[in-house]
């Protein structure tokens, strides 16, 4: 079973706040993503990485940034944290050329 | 780019009963349809999905039909069963990209 662990379940922080979400596989999967999930409106991706050291911008990237130092870790970063931030995150990965992508559990983010 | 519309955004159905969820795309390009299924405290897996040389696929007591002319696609459950009950989302492959483009998520409630 492809096994994808995002670190943590549930997080509360403070606006201004540096955050990190990490992400990581066990899979040697090429490509991970970074989406987050709000009510009414879907998974929107944020970032996603082909390679090590390798980002593209999804379709909403402000105020979030990313690193892939290593093949099986995906970081998402808030440089500032703000409330509106405040969503569920979801990372996934898939295989090189191939559509199937697996997600994490998922962690909670709460900015106050 | 893509652009994926999913109704209903909530639906409740009798155990036993059918549940329909469609979605619409304006990319008569893109290729690729999955359907994936959230179960509470979950991130999402696939269930089925479909290609555009296909109008159909089956798996037990799910199908999904594919109109390319229309572009719109329809998940069909039949016989539904309480742990059907989950949100569902639809998504579409850019054909730009390759990004999946996910729909808004439909919560399906199954009583018994």
């Known amino acids: 079973d492809v096994k994808v662990t995002q670190s943590s379940r549930y997080l509360v922080k403070r606006t201004g706040e540096k955050v990190f979400l990490e992400c990581v596989q066990d899979m040697d999967h090429e490509n991970m993503f970074w989406y987050r999930q709000d009510p009414g409106l879907g998974l929107r991706l944020i970032y996603f990485s082909y390679d090590v050291k390798m980002k593209e911008k999804g379709d909403i990237p402000e105020g979030y940034s990313v690193s892939r130092e290593k093949k099986e870790r995906f970081s998402l970063i808030l440089e500032s944290a703000s409330t509106n931030q405040t969503s569920m995150y979801l990372c996934?990965?898939?295989?090189?050329?191939?559509?199937?992508?697996?997600f994490g559990a998922g962690t909670r983010l709460s900015v106050l | 780019g893509e652009n994926v519309e999913q109704h209903p955004s909530t639906l409740s159905v009798q155990e036993g009963d059918s549940a329909v969820i469609k979605c619409t795309y304006s990319d008569s390009a893109s290729n690729y349809f999955p359907w994936y299924k959230q179960e509470l405290g979950k991130g999402p897996q696939l269930i089925i999905d479909?290609?555009?040389?296909?109008g159909e696929k089956k798996d037990q007591r799910i199908a999904v039909t594919l109109n390319k002319t229309a572009k719109h696609f329809s998940l069909h459950i039949t016989e539904t069963q309480p742990e059907d009950s989950a949100v569902y989302f639809c998504a579409a492959r850019d054909n730009q990209g390759g990004k999946l483009i996910f729909g808004q998520g439909t919560e399906l409630s199954v009583k018994p």
């Open positions: 479909i290609r555009s040389n296909v």
């Open positions: 996934a990965l898939a295989e090189r050329d191939k559509n199937i992508q697996y």
